[in-house]
């Protein structure tokens, strides 16, 4: 049960030194991700699910062009202040049909995937 719990808790992203040095890493990986997979897209969607989603979707969320889907199980802790405007927050597992969800069951594909 304690193992379910743990896994289902979005990850702390570090504050200080850490979290300097982890914001470095992942804007790093994520612009080698854009390079590779969404060049030349316009207005890439990115969805970003599971323990590091709050993270990745900080180093996404920075660039202007990126629409980025925030995929969270719970809400708890969850700042959209600390975020960028463009980026959306669900709660999965959705209350209601995935294809009645304007964000996720949207008419444009997700050009990347982070889970």
């Given at each position: 049960a304690a193992r379910e719990r743990a896994e289902k808790t979005p990850a702390a992203v570090p504050t200080g030194t850490a979290g300097a040095e982890?914001?470095?890493?992942?804007?790093?990986?994520?612009a080698k991700l854009?390079?590779?997979f969404l060049c030349g897209a316009v207005q890439p969607r990115v969805l970003v699910l599971g323990r590091s989603a709050r993270a990745w979707a900080k180093a996404f969320g920075g660039v202007a062009l990126c629409q980025v889907v925030l995929g969270e199980t719970t809400l708890e802790r969850l700042h959209m202040d600390?975020?960028?405007p463009n980026i959306t927050a669900v709660l999965l597992p959705l209350p209601t049909a995935l294809a009645r969800d304007s964000v996720l069951a949207s008419e444009r594909n997700f050009d990347l995937a982070i889970a």
């Open positions: 982890l914001a470095q890493t992942l804007a790093e990986l994520s854009r390079q590779a600390d975020f960028g």
